[in-house]
């Protein structure tokens, strides 16, 4: 994670809400009354409103395991402090936000008297944005910063800050950020006025870094008021609930992004460039098992591309089985146009040095009960290997490729590509309606 170096033209202010588009309009005058100074470049491309709760970082800080800011960011430091609580907790050492552990962090903190439940730790959320997004954007972001502990109301910063400066008289291009601090209830209270801080006559993004809560009535408020909402199911506890919310948010007309689908765009050209062959394209109707490893601890990538290849070829889900175990295998039965009997499995693999992000695809394999068939594909991580799919026989008849992961798979990078895109994914949509209903048979 890298940021910016932001040169303030104000130093930033707490202010009442009330003051706080005054307070930009006063920075603004002041920066374009300076002496021999072109008048600088305002918000002029999108506004953004940043959810982000980071309530690992708040529970590390009050039990001690964590020192430095609360930034929403996961760096070293933080990995360094979630090992150490793992460890000291007799927890699985991940390294990583799992579920277990932030169950189990939450559990000590409420053990501690309420004035034992603070931290000194500086919370820097909202004071940094990064190069992905700032650098090429003239924006304005509003950060939701929620806190833990007693409700005292909600606290608003305001700056502006100026990433670029072409030359020594050039104008600056520069951002408006705003910061909101107060508990999930206090902030839940001024939905409206947030709502209202995004530019009417721009696009209007929310970066929603929590699984989506349309009980939620900040959620709903938010959701409501923007072109396009940016959620992440590598967060996702529950990705088979998440997933059905996020259905029943397409189909009430609100434009979602998921940060984790762009992740499997890799894997998806490979898949269709190894049937690209004219001879191997007659052959793809012949595909009748699918087999997808995944990094045990969240099944979404693995769901969501299952959904996407399905929904390609035409195949109606019929029955969905889960076996927990080491794997915590998924089989899910297909029909296929013409009537033949397809089957998926989904298998969880616990890897001993996991990456930043929990579910990255590992391997996949497709091929056919037909002997005849030239269809078996591999296609497997580079970081690794394709042993398990070839374990799984004729391997030598399969085309096999190993996947370099894009360059970049965090969520700001991510983010500053979807603030660049324009109008609904249509095939992730479809490919999300697939998913749910793969998801529904579990009722």
Known sequence: M??????TLQQPKDISLSEIEAELSQIWRMQSGAKGMPAPTRAATFSIVVYAPEEFQQLLAILGFYTEEIDSYFGPSTKKAVLAAQKALGLRMTGRFDPETLARLREEVAKLPPEKRV???????GSTISDAIAVQNPCRVVTLAPTLGEDTGVTAQV????????????ASICGEYITMKGTKEALNRVGDLVATLMIPSLPKFVWWKATPNPEHELFRKLAAACNCLILDSSYFTDPAMEFLKMQELIESDTYIADLNWHRLSVWQELAAAAFDPPERRVALAEVD?????YEKGNPAQAYMYLGWFASRLG???VSITETPGDYDITTVMFKGPNGQDIHAELAGVPIADAGEIIGDLIGLRLSSSNANANCCTILCSETTGCMRMEAGGSAQNCRTEQVTAINDQKAEFLVSQQLQRWGRDVLYEESLAMTTSILRLKA
Request: aromatic residues 10%; glycine residues 6%; proline residues 9%.
């Open 315 to 317: 195949w109606k889900p």
């Open 119 to 125: 931290f000194q730790n500086r919370d820097d959320r």
């Open 2 to 7: 890298t940021t910016t170096p932001l040169v």
């Open 159 to 170: 700056s502006a800050y100026c990433p670029i400066q072409k030359g020594g008289n050039a």
């Open 289 to 293: 098992k699918i087999t997808i490893d």
